[in-house]
């Protein structure tokens, strides 16, 4: 199995969309969560705080350097991930399309680095 992030792109913006519009697709992204979970593919997942609530913070020459909000600026960000352990690249397209689907935004697919346990 190797991992790989579901990244959600969301447009940029100050406020999250009003309920009405946002209520219909946490349900549906909660459901394609849940079948990762009946599948045994989902790791971990979780939503991001708005994109100008981040900060970035740079180390040279001893220095440290703390900048407010993200480390690129654009129209859209990632909005939030889902970890999954799926055999291929092929399995993780599936999800994505699904959960593409469910919140109506694109998804970057992006393998996850193996990590060497010693």
Do not use: C, Y
Request: negative net charge; without cysteine; aromatic residues 6%.
């Amino acid at each position: 199995m190797r991992n790989f992030v579901l990244n959600v792109i969301q447009p940029d913006g100050d406020a999250p969309p009003p309920p009405e519009f946002l209520e219909p697709i946490m349900r549906n992204v909660e459901a394609v969560n849940q079948e990762m979970r009946r599948s045994g593919v989902w790791v971990f997942g979780a939503g991001l705080e708005l994109a100008h609530t981040a900060r970035v913070v740079r180390v040279r020459d001893d220095e440290t350097l703390l900048t407010d909000g993200p480390f690129a600026e654009g129209k859209e960000h990632v909005g939030g991930f889902t970890v999954i352990a799926v055999p291929d690249l092929d399995a993780a397209l599936g999800w994505a399309e699904k959960l593409s689907r469910a919140t109506t935004l694109p998804i970057e697919v992006r393998p996850a680095a193996a990590v060497d346990p010693a």
